[in-house]
C-alpha cells in the first residue's frame, strides 16, 4: 500500500512536471531554443494567485485565471523583447539571454514580495479520499493536479492535431522555411506556442505551490530544472515525450524518496536521466535530429 | 502587359558572401521560363528571393506590378505564387493528406479548398491512394508530387520550382515535366529552375542561364537549345 502511495503522488508529481516541461519541449520545438526563464514564470504564476487569493482575498478561481492571463502576457512579452531580435543569433546569445531573464523575473519577485517564504494558500477544495480502508489516503491537491493535468494534455494534444494553429506549430517545428512557403506567420506561431507554454506554467505554478505550500522568488527553479530534465527525459521537442517524461520523472523521485533517501532522491534522478541519455540520445519519445544541408 | 513578375538588379548576400552579384528577369504571364546553370550558379538564392525567404540588399521586385521586395514569405503566398523548393521539404512527420491541407493554409473557402484537393488528386492519384501515409514513407517522386500538389493547393497564378527532377529515375522525370507542362496549360505560369537543362528547355518558352550570380545568357528556350556555349556546357551527354 505504500507503494501505490508513493505510485500516486508520484504521479500527481509529476503531472506538474509535464505541464512544465510542456513549455519547454514545445518552445524549443517551434523556437529552437531552451527557455531557461520558463521555471521563473511558475513562479510569477504562484505569486499572483497568492496576490489575488490571499492578498485580495479574491475567490480561487479569480487567482488562478488572473495568473493564467498575466504569465501568457508575460511570456509572450518576454519572446516579443528578449528572443525574436535574436532569432538570428547563436544558440549561446539566446541561452544567455534567457538566463538574464531568469535572474530578472527573480530579482523583480524579491523587490516586490520579499526574500521570505510565503504560505500559499491551496486553491483546490476537494476532500482527501480514503481507499482500502483508510491504508490508502489521496489528497484533494493530488487528485485535483492529476485531473486537471489530464484534462490539459487531452486538450493540447486536440489542439495541436486538429486545429490549424496547431498544425502550424507542427509545421513550423519540422521546417520553417518550408512553412513561410505555406502561408503560417513563423512569428504568430512562435507567439502562440509561448503563450501556451506559460499558461500552463501558471497552472503548475498553482498546482505545485497548493501541494508544497511553501512559496518564494526561487521556488520555480527547482521545478523548472526538474521539468526541464523530464522533456530531456522524453525527448526534447516531442509533446508526448514531455508528458511521459514528466510523470516518469515524478515516479522515480517519489519512489527514490520512500525507499532510497530523501535527500539523494534529485540525484537519483539527475542519474536516471543520465543513464537514459547514454542509452538513447534522443530521449524516450525523441526522434531522429534531421540534418539540414 | 506588364510582365507578371519582374526582378530588377538583386544582389542577395549570405553573411559576406555575395550570392548573386545584380540579376535582372523577367516572367510573363502565361509562359514557362526555365532558369539553368551549374550547381552553385545561385539558382535557388533567386527562387528564395523571389518568393520572400531572402531579402536582397540592393535591387527590386514586382510580382503584378506591386512591389514585393519587403514582403514577408508568409504574405506572398496568398497574392498567388507557390514555391516548390528543391528537395521537395514536405512535412516527412505529418501524413500525405496534412501535407496537402497546410498547402492550403491561407485559404478560408472550403468548396474552392474541396475543388482544389480534387484537382491534384486528379493530377496526382497515387496521393490519394496514399492520403493517410506519413510522408516522410514516400518515395522520392511521390514526395516531389506531393511537393507539387501541395503547392497546388494554394491555387497560384505562379508557380516556383527548383530542380523537380532531382534524383528521380528518367521515366518519373517525363512524367513530371508533363505535369509542369499540363498546370501551365491549364494558367499557371511557371518558373523552372533545373539542372536537367535538356529537359527544362523542351517545355520552356524563354530561359536565363546563370553563372556564378550573374544571367550570362537569355532568349527563347529553342535558340537557346541550339546555342553552341549552352550545348558545350549544359547540354553535353
Ligand atoms: N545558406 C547559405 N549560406 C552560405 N552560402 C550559401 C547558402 N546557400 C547557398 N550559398 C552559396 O550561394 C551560392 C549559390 O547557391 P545556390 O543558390 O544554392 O545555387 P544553385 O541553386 O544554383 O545550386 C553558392 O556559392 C552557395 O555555396
Ligand atoms: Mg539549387
Redesign the pocket.
Known amino acids: 500500500m505504500e507503494f501505490l502511495s508513493y505510485i500516486v503522488s508520484g504521479i500527481s508529481l509529476g503531472s506538474i512536471y509535464a505541464l512544465i516541461a510542456l513549455g519547454y519541449t514545445m518552445v524549443y520545438g517551434i523556437a529552437k531554443m531552451l527557455n531557461f526563464a520558463h521555471g521563473d514564470i511558475i513562479m510569477v504564476g504562484a505569486f499572483t494567485v497568492f496576490t489575488i487569493s490571499t492578498t485580495f482575498g479574491l475567490p480561487p478561481i479569480v487567482g488562478i485565471i488572473g495568473s493564467v492571463i498575466i504569465c501568457t502576457v508575460l511570456g509572450v512579452t518576454i519572446e516579443k523583447v528578449a528572443y525574436k531580435p535574436l532569432r538570428q543569433a547563436s544558440s549561446l546569445a539566446v541561452l544567455i539571454t534567457a538566463i538574464g531573464i531568469s535572474y530578472f523575473l527573480q530579482n523583480a519577485a524579491l523587490l516586490i514580495f520579499g526574500s521570505g517564504t510565503k504560505s500559499f494558500t491551496s486553491v483546490v477544495n476537494i476532500p482527501m479520499i480514503k481507499l482500502f480502508d483508510g491504508q490508502l489516503t489521496i489528497s484533494g491537491e493530488t487528485i485535483a493536479t492529476i485531473v486537471v493535468s489530464v484534462i490539459i494534455m487531452i486538450a493540447l494534444t486536440l489542439f495541436i492535431n486538429h486545429t490549424k494553429p496547431g498544425k502550424a506549430m507542427l509545421a513550423v517545428s519540422e521546417d520553417r522555411d518550408a512553412a513561410q512557403l505555406m502561408g503560417i506567420n513563423v512569428n504568430t506561431t512562435i507567439s502562440v506556442t509561448f503563450a501556451i507554454g506559460s499558461a500552463l506554467a501558471a497552472v503548475a505554478g498553482t498546482l505545485l505551490c497548493s501541494a508544497y505550500p511553501a512559496l518564494s522568488p526561487t521556488t520555480g527553479a527547482m521545478p523548472g530544472i526538474k521539468a526541464f530534465t523530464a522533456a530531456v527525459f522524453g525527448g526534447i521537442g516531442s509533446v508526448p515525450g514531455a508528458m511521459i517524461g514528466g510523470i516518469l520523472l515524478g515516479i522515480i523521485e517519489n519512489l527514490s524518496k520512500g525507499y532510497i533517501s530523501t535527500q539523494f532522491s534529485d540525484a537519483i534522478v539527475f542519474a536516471v536521466l543520465i543513464i537514459v541519455l547514454l542509452v538513447k540520445p534522443t530521449g524516450l519519445m525523441g526522434k531522429k535530429i534531421n540534418e539540414k544541408v | 502587359m506588364a510582365p507578371l513578375l519582374q526582378v530588377e538588379n538583386i544582389e542577395v548576400y549570405?553573411?559576406m558572401?555575395k550570392?548573386l552579384k545584380g540579376v535582372s528577369f523577367e516572367v510573363n504571364k502565361g509562359e514557362i521560363v526555365a532558369l539553368i546553370?551549374a550547381?552553385?550558379?545561385?539558382?535557388?538564392?533567386i527562387l528564395h528571393t523571389v518568393s520572400g525567404l531572402l531579402k536582397p540588399k540592393t535591387g527590386k521586385i514586382l510580382y503584378n506590378g506591386k512591389d514585393i521586395t519587403k514582403t514577408p514569405a508568409h504574405k506572398i503566398v496568398s497574392m498567388g505564387m507557390a514555391h516548390v523548393p528543391?528537395g521537395r521539404r514536405i512535412f516527412s512527420e505529418l501524413t500525405v493528406l496534412e501535407n496537402i491541407k497546410l498547402g492550403a493554409y491561407t485559404r478560408k473557402d472550403k468548396d474552392q479548398i474541396a475543388e482544389s484537393l480534387e484537382y491534384v488528386y486528379e493530377r496526382f492519384p497515387r496521393l490519394e491512394e496514399r492520403k493517410n501515409q506519413v510522408a516522410g514513407t514516400l518515395s522520392g517522386g511521390e514526395q516531389q508530387m506531393l511537393a507539387m500538389g501541395r503547392a497546388l493547393m494554394s491555387n497560384p497564378d505562379f508557380i516556383l520550382m527548383d530542380e523537380p527532377s532531382m534524383g528521380l529515375s528518367p521515366l518519373l522525370v517525363s512524367e513530371i515535366f508533363d505535369i509542369i507542362k499540363v498546370i501551365n496549360e491549364r494558367g499557371t505560369t511557371v518558373l523552372l529552375v533545373e539542372q536537367n537543362a535538356k529537359k527544362a528547355l523542351s517545355i520552356a518558352d524563354r530561359a536565363y542561364v546563370l553563372e556564378t550570380g550573374l544571367i550570362s545568357l537569355s532568349g527563347d528556350a529553342k535558340s537557346l537549345m541550339n546555342d553552341n556555349s549552352v550545348k558545350k556546357a549544359y547540354l553535353s551527354e
Open positions: 549570405y553573411g558572401i550570392a546553370g550547381n552553385g550558379a545561385g539558382k535557388t538564392t528543391e
